[in-house]
T-cell receptor, first 112, second 113 residues
């Protein structure tokens, strides 16, 4: 079983729809992250959380929101999806800042 | 403004030879550097890291070199194998940044049999 699980793996939706991407982890890590990858670009940080009561904006948070429902769960929402949010989305976790982040397999999101 | 740059989008190497992937950074506050490997339809997987107090870290076929004065790091893979074909991302973090990584755009490595 994967340590970091993202659902759904693929999603096609229409402009204006509300979308939620979910991430769950079994590693027991406190820190969780959401990234976005666009073709030819690296991963860019959207939001991150260091514990259940902590939410922080990343580099590109506009148009997104997150919820940390439990230590193991971190969801990303697009309140009103737009086509330029079409991308590959990754969730990641780690326990300490000097440790590597562990990534899920990603959600491919297409907004028409 | 890109703080972590991987200027080669792609690299092709013959099996058994050395692969050298390069990464440059602009922020002198970065003190922790990582390399990730990514296969299609999978998430990035951690490969190797180096702290700024070191100039080299080795793990099997993979070695990372850090040149702080040049703000440059490189990943050497020796010998290269076809299974190493993937996209490699360089990432960097600042001390006290609580783990926020800045990624380069990646280099696609192709190892030919």
């Amino acid at each position: 079983d994967a340590d970091v699980t993202q659902t759904p793996r693929n999603r096609i939706t229409k402009t204006g729809k509300r979308i939620m991407l979910e991430c769950s982890q079994t590693k027991g890590h406190d820190r969780m992250y959401w990234y976005r990858q666009d073709p030819g670009l690296g991963l860019r940080l959207i939001y991150y959380s260091f514990d259940v009561k902590d939410i922080n904006k990343g580099e590109i948070s506009d148009g997104y929101s997150v919820s940390r429902q439990a230590q193991a769960k971190f969801s990303l929402s697009l309140e009103s999806a737009i086509p330029n949010q079409t991308a590959l989305y990754f969730c990641a976790t780690n326990q300490y800042s000097n440790q590597p982040q562990h990534f899920g397999d990603g959600t491919r999101l297409s907004i028409l | 403004d890109q703080q972590v740059k991987q200027n080669s989008p792609s690299l092709s190497v013959q099996e058994g030879r050395i692969s050298i992937l390069n990464c440059d950074y602009t922020n002198s506050m970065f003190d922790y550097f990582l390399w990730y490997k990514k296969y299609p339809a999978e998430g990035p997987t951690f490969l190797i890291s180096i702290s700024s107090i070191k100039d080299k870290n080795e793990d099997g076929r993979f070695t990372v070199f850090l040149n702080k004065s040049a703000k440059h790091l490189s990943l050497h893979i020796v010998p290269s194998q076809p299974g190493d074909s993937a996209v490699y991302f360089c990432a960097a973090a600042k001390g006290g940044s609580q783990g926020n990584l800045i990624f380069g755009k990646g280099t696609k490595l192709s190892v030919k049999p």
